[in-house]
């Protein structure tokens, strides 16, 4: 049987960590008056399966075979798992990701320039999934195409030798937010993103990050360029360097569940 088919019967209490009861998410901050969040993209891993993604990127050097899927549903959750053998097609680097908001066989959304899109999901970052001196990519905005640079980065990154998540505007180098990240290890957190899609200076950002009740980051970024070209999607998984020097690099894991993806829209 193979490792995702099992991932689908043995359900989420069986193989992942009891998520708790979601806590009120902060009201978000960008979302004009008059305007209403509209929910677009609710997917569930145990009934959509990997047909939520617009395109999966599963080992696409094929380095590591024995131990595909790296990505696969396990229960209510997506499970990213990346082993220290996996390569990407570039060696200095890992990639296991996922990339899009995909609503049917036919058809995934399309964030385009002038919209605001807000994105909210639970997180499970085990300790054995750490920050490291080069970059580790959780999350990431992009314009498809190859070779195309992020837009905007959720990345495990060691500060002065602490480990820390924080978010980015890539390009120049813009911190939203930035908290500690061993108080968030080993407990499901959640995440409420929000990106108004601007060129030049007409972007903006918000980024906040709960554990349990506490509100532990709420920061926002305005006057950001957020658009480079066609439309923007999100990624999620696990992209990083091999060049990091803190010796943080081992067999890990990431966990999703209760994604959902929300367009502003008129009252």
Request: aromatic share 8%; glycine share 8%.
């Amino acid at each position: 049987m193979s490792r995702r088919r099992f991932g689908l019967l043995a359900g989420a209490a069986a193989l992942g960590p009891l998520l708790p009861a979601r806590p009120a998410l902060a009201a978000p901050t960008l979302l004009p008056s008059g305007m209403t969040w509209q929910l677009m993209w609710s997917p569930s891993a145990s009934a959509n399966g990997m047909g939520a993604w617009e395109s999966i990127e599963d080992d696409r050097a094929d380095s590591h075979p024995a131990g595909a899927p790296h990505i696969f549903p396990e229960g209510d959750n997506y499970r990213f798992t990346m082993h220290t053998v996996d390569r990407d097609t570039s060696t200095d680097r890992q990639r296991h990701e996922v990339t899009g908001n995909r609503t049917s066989t036919s058809s995934y959304l399309r964030w385009r320039n002038g919209e605001l899109w807000r994105v909210t999901y639970s997180m499970y970052i085990p300790s054995t999934l750490k920050a490291t001196t080069t970059f580790t990519h959780i999350f990431q905005t992009k314009m498809p195409g190859s070779g195309t640079a992020p837009i905007t980065v959720t990345s495990l990154r060691r500060v002065d030798g602490r480990q820390t998540i924080e978010h980015k505007v890539f390009e120049p180098n813009i911190l939203v937010g930035r908290t500690d990240l061993e108080p968030l290890h080993n407990k499901w957190i959640d995440i409420d993103y929000e990106i108004k899609i601007g060129d030049g200076s007409s972007g903006a950002v918000r980024w906040v990050v709960r554990n349990g009740g506490a509100t532990v980051v709420d920061a926002t970024r305005t006057g950001v360029d957020t658009f480079l070209g066609d439309r923007v999607r999100p990624k999620w998984g696990i992209y990083r360097s091999l060049g990091d020097t803190s010796g943080s690099l081992q067999n890990c894991h990431l966990l999703l569940t209760r994604l959902r993806s929300y367009k502003a829209v008129p009252r």
